[in-house]
């Protein structure tokens, strides 16, 4: 989707994009001037996206369902919704957070967009995973060594339970990933506060566990949204990798309007280039 047709399908929702900015022009100014690497700071937490894939990405329309065609095609009729594989760094209190490593392949940007900013792979103090697709712990490993080896790994118990329960071909990459950070692995509750002041949220729906995590004004919302373009005017459509379509639809309702209500910034894994979202209505 072209910037003029995504910006005139907010407002058509009587909502207004921003990359931490009420104006459309101060967001497309954002979104040309910072690439694949965007830091916002917000109070005391300071946010930088980076964006993993090298290539453009597009959510095929094909993907979703939930609604009539017409209407999927309508909102994104350049037959894919823009997209990105995206994460995200969290520095506060001297230490540093990642959310997700996204997929780790050879051409993934991710280690590079961390060097962009002065950090290595051993700075990392902790990582939170929003759930344990391939796309959001692919990263995490280098020929099968693990690549952030000083950071300690976060998980939902729900989410950890959850996939360990899976048959074994579907589940081999997160035990494999999982046993190499065994060491420095900690599983949590939904509610708990994590180091750095990091609220763990439930989210469940897109995987078993998945999380939301709440840092001061940002919401990191993992994969409550793929295909902006058509589920942020339409929340109750799913795409296709939705494990329990009923429970992710009522997460993106819960999740979009409190991100509204609380005036929160949301960071979303696979949000279009700059992955930063704020929602507020228009007067």
Known sequence: MKRRDWIRTMAGMGLLLAAG????RAWASAQAENGKVKTMTL????????????ADR???????QGADKAIIEQLSPDGGAAATVSCFLLETGGKRVLFDTANGRADSLLLPGLASIGVKPEDIDYIYITHFHGDHIGGMMRDGKPVFTQAEVYVAKAEYDGWMAMPAERKGQVVSTMEAYSSRLH???FG?????????MEAIGHTPGHTVYRAGQFLVIGDLIHGAAI???????????????PKAVAARKKYLKYAQDEGLTMAGMHLPAPAFLKLTMEN
């Open 21 to 24: 900015q009420t104006s459309q």
């Open 43 to 54: 109070g005391e937490m300071k946010m930088t996206w980076i964006q993993d894939n090298a």
């Open 58 to 64: 597009k959510m095929q329309n094909s993907l979703f």
């Open 187 to 189: 599983q949590f509750s």
């Open 192 to 200: 708990d506060e994590l180091p750095g002041g990091v609220v763990a």
């Open 231 to 245: 589920q942020l005017k339409h929340p109750e459509v799913c795409a296709s990798f939705d494990m329990d379509q």
